[in-house]
């Protein structure tokens, strides 16, 4: 089988080192792809929001199965343009893609449907939020809309916090588009958890639970970024509270995108807060988080592909899809300065990793060289009986990892292990 995957990053090629694993599978191009990338799949210089450059490409070419992986594309319709020649898919359509594509559409979906999430009002006139913030507690969170590189959410502090992110998104454009309309909504507190789920918009079959690392440094200190490491799976999400969620946030889910004629097929994520008063819902993505991807995968048993294709026929109830029971950990190898200024085209070597494996995200390659070539440059991946034993393989194995100009968190899965005592 000739197989498709949009996108760049450490997601997409976890995504297609698992795809891989199928017998079947004869080639795989990767559009764009990346330097690291290369190693694995026929790498083709077609941006994943140039959906008629991938549909170009597609119709030139025997595909027999597409993996539309990041949210831009999926926004943008690249299924539906896809489908729309006869070529299979994995991911939703651009109108079930609006459960991420717009933060109003996604609140007024919970809200009409009692799915439990923050309290919320939504603005498009700057003056109005303003207003509105002047009377409420702090923190508070000012979400954009629509899209925004997993920046477009300000957790502020003070007042002056939160006049200035309304500014910022509103007056001054930081996110385009995307934060012309926002979201202010109450703060919530509680550990966060992140659950990846199949669906085929019939039956929901989450994946193993994972814990992301936002900030940029040890402690939680720092920026926010797109993810400076992850676990799986999370030691706050127990099986009590999986089953609140699967009755009271994830069929609810599904059930209300099939009411409002937005049927769900691909991979629908939660993110949670365990809040004093029960499970709520963060955020909505329609499609495989990054970098919780990177150890949810690698956990998991049963064959993607296989899976894919029964999620696109309607048919995921028919399989049972297994994780196993071990843990994993994703360790984010980034470049000096991020989510600020860095500098890049570094060239990136490593040692004999044992069982331990790279996924590169910001790379390029160059006579032959692979070169940082981005903000999140890879991830090191190790797997083991436990998360202690996970976590300790990930960091004996970045060690092993070398380019100029580079930084980790050195603390990455510590408290799931508090937790988890």
Not at 87 to 101: Q, S, T
Not at 300 to 305: A, N, S
């Amino acid at each position: 089988m000739n197989i498709l995957v949009i996108g760049g990053g450490g997601r997409e090629h976890a995504i297609i080192k698992k795809l891989k694993e199928n017998k079947k599978v004869t080639h795989i191009w990767a559009l764009p792809g990346n330097g690291g990338i290369a190693e694995d799949a026929e790498c083709v210089n077609i941006g994943a929001k140039d959906i008629d450059g991938i549909e170009s490409f597609a119709k030139a070419h025997t595909i027999d199965f597409a993996v539309v992986a990041p949210d831009d594309p999926l926004v943008l319709g690249a299924v539906d343009r896809l489908e729309g020649i006869g070529i299979k898919c994995f991911g939703p359509n651009a109108a079930a893609a609006e459960i991420e594509g717009s933060k109003i559409f996604s609140k007024n979906l919970m809200k009409k449907y009692n799915i439990p999430t923050a309290e919320y009002e939504t603005f498009d006139d700057m003056e109005k939020a303003l207003s509105y913030v002047r009377e409420k507690e702090m923190p508070i969170v000012i979400k954009a809309d629509g899209l925004a590189l997993g920046k477009g959410v300000i957790i502020a502090q003070t007042l002056t916090d939160a006049e200035n992110a309304i500014r910022m998104m509103m007056a001054d454009g930081a996110f385009g588009k995307s934060g012309s309309r926002i979201v202010i909504e109450e703060f919530l507190t509680g550990p966060e958890v992140s659950v990846l789920s199949f669906t085929d918009s019939k039956v929901v079959v989450p994946m193993v639970s994972s814990m992301d690392h936002k900030r940029a440094l040890d402690g939680d200190m720092g920026l926010n970024t797109g993810g400076m490491g992850t676990i799986a799976p999370n030691p706050c999400y127990t099986k009590e509270i999986a089953d609140i969620c699967m009755e009271t946030i994830f069929k609810p889910t599904v059930d209300a995108m099939n009411k409002e004629g937005r049927p769900f097929k691909g991979c629908l994520y939660f993110g949670l807060m365990l809040t004093p008063k029960g499970p709520k819902v963060i955020e909505y993505n329609c499609r495989f988080g990054d970098p919780e991807t990177q150890v949810v995968l690698p956990l998991m048993e049963t064959d993607l592909l296989e899976t894919m294709m029964a999620v696109r026929d309607e048919k995921l109830a028919d399989l049972e899809v297994k994780f196993s029971d071990g843990a994993a950990c994703c360790v984010v190898h980034a470049s000096k300065g991020y989510p600020g200024k860095y500098d890049t085209g570094f060239e990136i070597t490593h040692e004999d990793m044992g069982d331990a494996f790279i996924y590169y995200a910001g790379a390029k390659t160059e006579d032959k060289k692979v070169l940082s070539a981005g903000g999140r440059v890879l991830g090191v991946v190790a797997k083991g009986d436990t998360l202690k034993k996970a976590i300790e393989k990930a960091y004996e194995a970045s060690g092993k990892v070398h380019f100029e100009n580079a930084f980790y968190r050195k603390d990455i899965g510590q408290k799931a292990l508090e937790l988890s005592k």
